[in-house]
Structures are given as C-alpha cells and as structure tokens.
C-alpha cells in the first residue's frame, strides 16, 4: 500500500478553514451562532458553510426542539470524511487507534512488542496493523488525513527522530520517514507525555492553562504546558523530570546520574524492588498492585515507598513550576488508590504553600488513550494547517 495521496482533498479555503474549525470545536451549532461567533456577515457564512457542505466535510442536523415552527438546523462535522491515526509505541506493547473527524474513537488495538525489539521491525509490523484496520472498516487509504506517532524517548522534532528512548533501546530512528513513505500524508512525531499532556489539556482541562502531565511507566515523563501551550524548551525536550536527581546516593540511572526521580519512583523501580524484597522474578507490575491491594506486606511497603518517592519529585514540581493541575498518568493509575494518599501527604510536607494552595493532583481522566487523543489533535491541527503552508 505504498500510496502517494498528499492530502489534497483537505480544505484550502482560509476562512472555510476557520469556520471548519469552528464547527468541530462547538459543533452542533446554527448558522446564526456562527454568524455571532465570528466577524463574517450571515450571507458569507451562508456561502462558506455550502461550500464546506458541498465538499462534504459538513453536514446538516437537527438537534432538540424549538417551541413552535421550524426545528432549528444545526451543522456539524461529518465524522467519516477523514480519519486519523494515532500509534503509541511503549516499552512492551504499541497502541494504535482510529479516530474519525470528530476525534472519536472508531477503532483500537493494541500488540505486544517482545523484548528490545527492533525499531524496523516493530514498524512493519504497526504497517500491518494499520492496514488491518483500515480494510477491515473499508476505509480507503486516501482518506486518512494524518498520522501521529508517539514514542517513550527523546525526539528531535526538526528531523522527525527519535533520538534516543533508552527503556526501548532504540535510538536515531527516522519514525517520520518511514511513515511519510509509506503513506505520503503528514506525520506527526512527539514525546508520549508530551502528547498525553496535549491530549488531557484539549478534551479534559480546556480551561486550566499551567498544567503538568506526569506519565509513570518503566521511566517517568512529563509533559508542560504552560500558558495554555506546550512547553517543549530551547533543546525541545522540556520536561525530562524523570532525571531531577531525589538522592544523590541513590541507584545508577541509565543517563550517567544516581538517584534519579525515575529509578525511584517508576514502575520498573517498583518491580526490582518486590523482586529483591521476595526473591520472585519477572512478577507482573499488576500483579503487585493486585498484592498490594489485597493487603499483601511485602507488595503494600513496595507500593507505598514508591509512592512516597512520588510525591517527593511532584513536591520538586511544583516548588520550581507552581502548575494549577499535575495530572498523574501512564501504568501507575493501576494503582491509584494505592498512592494518593501517601502522594498527597508528601505534598503537603514538602511544597511551598502558596504553590501547594493552588495546585490539583488528578488522575488522567482518558487513562491509557491520554497520548493517542493528544496526537489525534496534532494531527487534525496540522492536517488543516497543511494546505495553508502550501497554498
Ligand atoms: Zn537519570
């Protein structure tokens, strides 16, 4: 399936391009409120919105029940003109998800990658899948609008690489390359807190501006957005919390320091620990929750201790941050009720309270779809900014 579709069905028209945009964000929504919600004239919007229903990106709907008279017409998008694909690449498994226009979720799946594997291989292997689920919904290739890709590791964003993603052992991949020639649409890379982040702040927090996301898994992650945007720093990797060092003694981190956040406090900390508590390898990270839960000892003070290192990097967070929300996500929301109060204690030992009065602590609210949703948005975004750049 090596086609070449560059997207030139997406809209070109500037001011359809926003009142699309409008639509998608409020939609449904009337003629007259998109009249009240812009500067354009009630005969241009009548114009642009034929134009866009025309092309099928907009179609006509009727939404509840006016007191006498017409119902009302409302306009909203047509889920199915176009979709969207989100692939989250983690340290064990990869997640692929088809979103339509509407960015909801028409079809998952999820595979495991066993141990280091290979990045080319892996790859082909997320072809396969996609091509899976595309003629199993008869989805033809041109209408996919754009592909997000989402990776456990440094990226360089300039290049579309991933740098290095050491949990994976994989390192200067050209991700972007190897999608934009298999499928000749635009493709977004980005780190995967980073894409939570976007995810949670679009379609939970619309409204909170400073926020954290915090992706627990095999390392830790974060994702910032700051102003209502994300914060990606002059080397564009911001964020990279899981090296703020908790104790300088403590174990060796992949990245040459001791006693980094993240072999402290992530979920493979957790397994050594249990492992070294019991002697019983390769126990599943559920499994200890599912111990811990139960009231088991051994897995209770694993937990807990990490939990205990959690709350101490988030204090360190949020003294030098002073974000409004931290979202706390990745495998560890496994074990949320395990942590929250041991977290939340912590928290309210160590933080500066000025910083400590203003900040949330939550749980992400789209679990383990928070990244896929975040780079469905990317994509959407630059999908609709692609035609701009080239007209
Ligand atoms: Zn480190």
Known sequence: M??????????????????????HKEGPITRKELADNTDYSA???????????????????????????RKPVYLT?????GYIISVEVEVTRVKIVLFNLKIKVVAKTVFPINGPAQAKETISQIFSEIEKILSEREIKPDKILGIGVAVP??????????EFAPNLGWSKVPIVKYFEDKYGVPVVLENEANAAAVGEKEFVYPD????????????IGCGLIFNGRLYRGAGGNAGEFGH???????PLCHCGNSGCWETLASENHIQKEYQELTGEENVE???IYRKAIEGEDRALSVVKQAAHNIGLGLANIVNSLSPRLIVLGGGIIEADTLIIDTVQSILKEKCLLLSYDKVDIEFTRLKDLACLYGLASYVFNKSIDFETKKN
């Open 2 to 23: 090596n086609v070449k579709v560059g997207n030139s069905t997406f809209i070109k028209n500037l001011n359809q391009k926003r009142i699309f945009k409008l639509i």
């Open 43 to 69: 005969g241009t919007i009548s114009n642009h919105v034929k134009a866009l229903i025309d092309q099928g990106f907009v179609i006509e709907t009727e939404k509840g029940y006016s007191s006498g008279g």
């Open 77 to 81: 998008v047509n889920p199915d003109k």
């Open 153 to 162: 590791g440094l990226i360089d964003k300039e290049e579309g690489l991933l």
């Open 208 to 219: 909170i501006k400073d926020m954290v996301y915090v992706s627990i898994n095999e390392g």
């Open 244 to 250: 703020i060092i908790i104790d300088s003694d403590g």
């Open 285 to 287: 990270k559920n499994e």
